[in-house]
């Protein structure tokens, strides 16, 4: 039973960085499929970026290059740096592995100057 922590959000001014990570324990981390997934209230949790064991990158259309997902085996952990943000980037971040529908607790990010 796989289980995730995310940390590393908070409060960034427009056009900052955050970077998130996501740690976990349990099952065989490096053949997950992982992905970042945001959710803002009274919306559905959409997709942010999802890598493959073999690091394979998918990202969706909004990120337009200014996110980057990546991944440590070794770590059991996930990686989501975040540059360029704006305040439409605001919402509570999600990692998880889609396939199994597991997911961490969420950490919220605001960008708000």
């Known amino acids: 039973q796989v289980h995730l922590v995310e940390s590393g959000g908070g409060l960034v001014q427009p056009g900052g960085s955050l970077r998130l990570s996501c740690a976990a324990s349990?099952?065989?981390?490096?053949?997950?499929?992982l992905g970042w997934y945001r959710q803002v209230p009274g919306k559905q949790r959409e997709m942010v970026a999802t890598?493959?064991?073999?690091?394979?990158?998918n990202y969706a259309d909004f990120v337009e290059g200014r996110f980057t997902i990546s991944r440590d085996n070794a770590k059991n952990t996930v990686y989501l740096q975040m540059n360029s943000l704006r305040p439409e980037d605001t919402a509570v971040y999600y990692c998880?592995?889609?396939?199994?529908?597991?997911w961490g607790q969420g950490s919220q990010v605001t960008v708000s100057s």
């Open positions: 349990g099952g065989i981390f490096s053949i997950y499929v």
């Open positions: 890598i493959t064991s073999g690091g394979r990158t």
């Open positions: 998880g592995v889609p396939t199994y529908d597991k």
